[in-house]
């Protein structure tokens, strides 16, 4: 008896509101996973699409080195929608390009939801004939729209897609997904109601779990009770989480479909990924964690050659922006002397952790094969406190290879965190010298601790001395925790730590970077006010 299937058309989204400068992988990385396995895929980056709409289609790509201010008078001529005073839990703000729409609050997502006058989500897809372009099939075929979540500022926009979806076709399956849901797919679960219109819902890495349910709705077989990997709705109620081994090496991965790099605020930059996971893994703070399955495998530097030359036949672009977690010093090693031996014209941008194997050399080959920026992640340089949060660093080191980067001609970033858990005034003026001591040869990227669900230092409170404060639960859709130092008997709050964070870098330092990550070309300084 021959198996019986349907054919079935997968849409996978990105929805509003996200970065504009460059794009995000997660849905170019499963496009190309489903392709290659045979299915149909439609890939949209509504982020794109909406920006666009918000500004007359002018989203003033080749002006971004404008003056913020100038950015801000622009935009707020050109906006189609005004936000009330007191609506400020929604905001848009479009200095640079890009926006945020914040809505953590449980009660207010509800209202917007459902308020056809303040969703401004819902008048651009019903005007943009979004709904109508995602719902369009052949008939007797399936329709599967996947979305991809990367924090809450997408939350409001993705209920509103699902709302609307299921309101013009009915047997659409809509599923929820990315690094924001898998942070609280716990806690979403339990919102029956807020997530009426979610069949699906698929945290962790994706591509197995949903090669794998897609593979069951096309087989027009019965839905099983239990599928691993994957949260599905069934009788108004989520089932519980299954885990499944979703790991997939680098090394299989094919390379991502990218959208037209035409279509963001950084269309020289091409973002690449030649690794997955990270080898350090052990950050107590890190909110990655959770995504890399604990396993860390690169690509081979052949297959990064082979990849990156057919990018080159595809797009054009004078930058790679490598979005690994971090690139070892062996690795940008072997990397640069690849990109010199194929004659690569390309400038290339990465993120690293500080390491001893790093020496002069390696810098020297590296800038030699165009790498022009690394982002340092420092943290901290007291070495009792960079040991408890999972990171331990030698501030000597740091300092070294700083100036390393420096001699060699290569733009630097260091990432500097405050407030952490058991850190002391003595702690703060130890790295308050270091960055005095770095300032005139590297940018300061300045950031204040969060405590995020799915980190160890949340997983596991008690063991670094950390009590959780009881949450309000209008924002217990807030990835971010409050909580008590046992260490300090302190409470901290963000409000606290924002004000503080502010405080000592108007005083301490005249070279903070205002960016978002190192495929940012423009390394020059802005001057905080004092």
């Given at each position: ?355 001893s194997q790093f020496s002069p050399d390696i810098f020297s080959l590296a800038a030699l094969s165009g790498l022009n920026v690394v982002s340092f992640g420092i943290e901290t340089v007291n070495p009792r406190l960079s040991r408890f949060i999972g990171k331990p660093i030698d501030k000597m080191v740091a ?132």
């Open positions: 008896m021959s198996e019986v299937s349907v054919k079935i058309d997968v849409a996978l989204v990105v929805p509003p509101v996200w970065e504009l400068s460059f794009q995000s992988l997660g849905i170019p990385r499963l496009s190309a996973w489903l392709h290659a396995r045979g299915f149909n895929i439609a890939a949209y980056d509504l982020n794109v699409a909406f920006h666009k709409y918000i500004c007359d289609g002018d989203i003033c790509k080749n002006k971004i080195q404008k003056e913020y201010l100038v950015y801000r008078e622009k935009y707020r001529i050109k906006q189609r929608y005004e936000i009330k005073k007191d609506e400020k839990d929604i905001r848009i703000d479009l200095p640079f390009g890009f926006s945020y729409v914040v809505c953590s609050n449980y009660s207010k997502i509800a209202r917007f939801l459902n308020d056809h006058e303040v969703n401004i989500f819902r008048k651009f897809y019903l005007q943009s004939e979004i709904i109508s372009t995602l719902c369009s099939r052949k008939k007797n075929q399936r329709l599967v729209i996947g979305i991809s979540i990367l924090s809450e500022n997408q939350f409001l926009a993705s209920l509103t897609l699902a709302q609307l979806l299921k309101k013009e076709h009915r047997e659409v399956y809509v599923i929820i997904g990315g690094p924001w849901v898998t942070a609280l797919y716990d806690q979403l679960i339990n919102e029956n109601v807020l997530l009426e219109n979610i069949d699906f819902i698929i945290p962790f890495r994706g591509e197995i779990p949903l090669m794998n349910l897609l593979k069951i709705l096309q087989s027009m077989e019965f839905i099983p009770e239990n599928i691993p990997g994957v949260m599905q709705r069934k009788n108004d109620a989520f089932s519980n989480y299954t885990p499944i081994d979703a790991y997939i090496p680098a090394e299989m991965l094919p390379a991502p479909i990218l959208f037209p790099l035409n279509d963001y605020l950084r269309p020289n930059v091409l973002p690449y990924e030649s690794s997955i996971g990270c080898y350090w893994g052990k950050c107590n703070f890190c909110h990655h964690i959770p995504l890399y399955t604990h396993r860390y495998s690169n690509k081979s530097i052949q297959k990064v050659i082979r990849e990156l030359k057919e990018y080159q036949r595809l797009h054009n672009f004078t930058t790679v922006a490598f979005n690994d977690a971090s690139i070892p010093a062996n690795r940008m090693r072997k990397l640069a002397q690849a990109f010199l031996d194929e004659s690569f014209d390309f400038n290339w941008a990465c993120f690293a952790n500080i390491q300092y070294s290879v700083l100036s390393w980067c420096s001699q060699a001609g290569i733009n630097t970033t260091a990432g500097i965190l405050n407030g952490f858990p058991s850190e002391t005034e003595n702690d703060l003026e130890e790295l308050f010298e270091f960055c005095q001591r770095i300032k005139d040869f590297t940018y300061l990227h300045p950031h204040q601790f969060r405590l995020e669900k799915g980190t160890p230092f949340y997983s596991c409170p008690q063991k670094y001395g950390i009590i959780l404060t009881e949450k309000d639960p209008e924002s217990r859709l807030s990835v971010f925790e409050e909580f008590i130092d046992v260490n300090t008997e302190k409470h901290r709050d963000s409000d606290e730590l924002s004000a503080r964070n502010r405080r000592w870098w108007n005083i301490h330092c005249n070279r903070v970077l205002d960016w978002k990550s190192p495929a940012e070309q423009f390394c020059r300084p802005v001057e905080l006010t004092k």
